[in-house]
């Protein structure tokens, strides 16, 4: 038994699937299990001892989690994997190029919305960390469908890390305006004068 969140989250390894317990009320329900784990083991027909009230098996809920979720950390080649199994069990296969795209525009308008929602709070004292959230949900829900035309195109994981950072790079070698002569409300451009091609 190897704890990875120590606040929601351990992990138990048995031969058949990894078990991914979620645990509200965490350090009383572990010990609870690795007490009654240590006691029995399993029970005398072979099952397993199972979890605890309050703890949710969460390989149960969601067969598809192949590793624990660390929050805050990211392989994006193995996410991008997942994301791609998922996408193409539960939505098809093809491009769906214009039905992403379609969805895209339908999360910019919910971006513009929460940005609204936001600023309107802001203005009148009452924003707070749940408006934030509501906007970087949208923008997730972008980056999301993003990802999903990416892997569309056939592009491997590989290929689609291989291809961000390239651009990433390609942007911080490009000449950008001052942005505090720049419109807020415009896209800022980089400066075109010294390449011929364009994106
Ligand atoms: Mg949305």
């Known amino acids: ?31 609870l299990w690795e007490a009654e784990m240590r006691a029995h083991g399993e029970y005398a027909d072979g099952e397993p001892v199972p979890p605890p009230y309050g703890i ?16 805050t950390s990211l392989d994006l ?14 939505f098809g296969p093809g491009t769906r190029t214009v039905g992403i795209a379609d969805h895209i525009e339908k999360e910019l308008r919910e971006v ?4 609204s929602t936001a600023a309107n ?13 509501d906007l970087l949900t949208e ?16 592009a491997s994981p ?14 911080e070698a490009r000449k950008w305006p001052d942005w505090r002569s720049a419109d807020p409300n415009r896209a800022i451009e980089h400066d075109r004068t010294a390449e011929g091609g364009v994106s």
């Open 77 to 90: 080649v193995e996410h991008l994997r997942r994301q791609s199994q998922f996408s193409l069990r539960t």
């Open 56 to 71: 949710t098996r969460i390989c149960e809920a969601s067969e598809f989690l192949p590793e624990p979720w660390d929050p």
């Open 158 to 171: 590989e290929e689609i890390v291989l291809a961000l950072k390239a651009k990433q790079a390609k942007n």
């Open 1 to 31: 038994m190897s704890k990875r969140n120590e606040k929601a989250l351990f992990h138990i390894q048995d031969n058949d699937c990894p078990m991914y317990v979620a645990a509200p009320d965490y350090p009383t329900a572990l010990r």
């Open 139 to 154: 923008w997730i829900d972008v980056a999301i469908l993003a990802f999903d035309g990416a892997w569309r195109t056939g």
């Open 112 to 115: 513009r919305e929460a940005a």
């Open 121 to 133: 709070a802001e203005l009148s004292g009452a924003l707070d960390r749940s408006h934030r959230d």
